[in-house]
């Protein structure tokens, strides 16, 4: 078991059964236990992360803001989930021997070049985009992904379908038909 932990490149059907025993393990969780039939899902996350950031700089703006009434800024177990999924692909990237320090992948210098303040710009874009689409989709990639599709919800499948073909599209737009 160690030695596959330490594979540079994991299995895929362990990957993937790992990810569906972590997904039913979350709904049993969170509707015994914690948020009564909230499933996996980041993107609320960051927009709680967000209003606890402006929570401190400033409040009133904050309990005035009709959507963090409804959606509390708090931290709760989805935002330690996050924090696990960057911990477990740091500690899984440590044993595999793949971590590498670099402020400009190869495949981005290849197309755009060297200037780490470009790629820091590009990225914090289109985080903002992805963020923005996701909370207009009422769902990330891993709340409709997987937890709506494992629900058989339409709506879920149709949300994964356009995440899917937006990611090809915008890959394409910018690295072009053979990917690098």
Do not use: N
């Given at each position: 078991m160690m030695k596959s932990l330490k594979a540079p490149i994991w299995n895929p059907y362990v990957a993937g059964a790992l990810v569906g025993i972590l997904a039913i393990l979350s709904v049993v969780v969170t509707t015994a236990?914690?948020?009564?039939?909230?499933?996996?899902?980041?993107?609320?996350?960051?927009?709680?992360?967000a209003g606890l950031i402006e929570q401190a700089v400033a409040p009133q703006h904050v309990a005035d803001n009709a959507y963090f009434q409804s959606k509390k800024v708090k931290v709760d177990w989805q935002m330690l989930f996050v924090v696990g999924i960057f911990a477990g692909a740091f500690v899984s990237a440590r044993l595999g021997r793949t971590v590498k320090g670099e402020t400009v992948p190869f495949i981005w210098r290849q197309r755009f070049g060297n200037?780490?303040?470009l790629r820091a710009a590009g990225a914090f874009i289109g985080g903002a985009i992805l963020l923005f689409g996701a909370r207009m989709a009422g769902g990330c990639p891993s709340g409709h992904g997987m937890s709506g599709n494992m629900q058989l919800s339409v709506s879920s499948l149709l949300a994964l379908v356009f995440f899917i073909l937006g990611g090809v599209?915008?890959?394409?737009?910018?690295?072009g038909k053979g990917g690098r």
């Open positions: 236990v914690l948020d009564k039939g909230k499933f996996l899902g980041a993107s609320t996350t960051f927009v709680r992360g200037s780490a303040v599209i915008t890959a394409r737009l910018l690295y």
